[in-house]
């Protein structure tokens, strides 16, 4: 198994330009959630997913940020204007809803630089 | 709102020392605690824990959930560099609802 996989790996732009964030969850996984973590905040859930369906969005800090999950295996996290606070690690994860464990796998995290 | 509290923030220890991190929760329904490491990367799964004074054990690392008092601790033995990280503690409830992170302890061991 691949694992979560997330693309870019790195991203580097200008204040004001679109930016979109991809995830591919494990396969057979059915909640996605896209964190965000900076040295001041720590690790903060953004939004997560059950079977396709955004279930609570509530950590979106702004309406610059959207995302979207078209199918089971693929999740987008946009961000648009973005701005220099928006500077941080975004990392996807999955889970087996309803299954043994709770564990959430993480992906290897997008590093995102506003300039 | 539920929330977990992790402590210390940073801790720096020599090879070879015994460390203990700990971590208080408050989370309603609470079904799982979990730990994780995090070193440049993505945070990797340790440990969950579901019941009281069962300890998980893990080569030098281990852990332990207190449901009466409301917290977990997670013990790393005979320390090496490579256990230089952040871990993070989560909680969980019976309901379908994500994970709530700690902030983290950062560990740095040094030779």
């Known amino acids: 198994d691949a694992g979560v996989i997330q693309s870019p790996r790195h991203e580097v732009t200008e204040m004001g330009q679109e930016v979109t964030l991809r995830c591919k969850p494990i396969?057979?996984?059915?909640?996605l959630f896209w964190y965000r973590q900076t040295m001041m905040r720590g690790l903060e859930l953004l939004i997560y997913?059950?079977?396709?369906?955004?279930?609570?969005d509530s950590g979106m800090p702004e309406d610059r940020f959207s995302a979207k999950m078209p199918n089971a295996s693929f999740s987008t996290l946009k961000i648009q204007p973005s701005e220099p606070r928006d500077s941080a690690v975004y990392f996807c994860?999955?889970?087996?809803?309803?299954?043994?464990?709770?564990?959430?796998?993480f992906g290897p995290g997008t590093r995102l630089t506003v300039l | 709102e539920d929330k977990v509290v992790q402590s210390p923030l940073s801790l720096v220890v020599h090879e070879g020392d015994t460390v203990t991190l700990n971590c208080s929760y408050e989370?309603?329904?609470?079904?799982?605690l979990l730990w994780y490491k995090q070193e440049k990367k993505a945070p990797t799964f340790l440990f969950m824990l579901?019941?009281?004074?069962i300890e998980k054990k893990s080569g030098r690392l281990s852990s332990i959930l207190d449901k009466k008092e409301l917290f977990s601790i997670l013990n790393i033995t005979a320390t090496q560099t490579g256990d230089s990280a952040v871990y993070l503690c989560?909680?969980?409830?019976?309901?379908?609802?994500?994970?709530?992170f700690g902030k983290g302890t950062r560990l740095s061991v040094i030779a």
């Open positions: 994860a999955s889970s087996p809803v309803g299954g043994p464990t709770d564990t959430q796998y």
């Open positions: 396969s057979g996984h059915n909640s």
């Open positions: 997913f059950n079977n396709n369906v955004p279930i609570d």
């Open positions: 989370v309603t329904n609470f079904r799982s």
């Open positions: 579901t019941s009281s004074g």
């Open positions: 989560a909680g969980k409830n019976s309901g379908n609802t994500p994970l709530v």
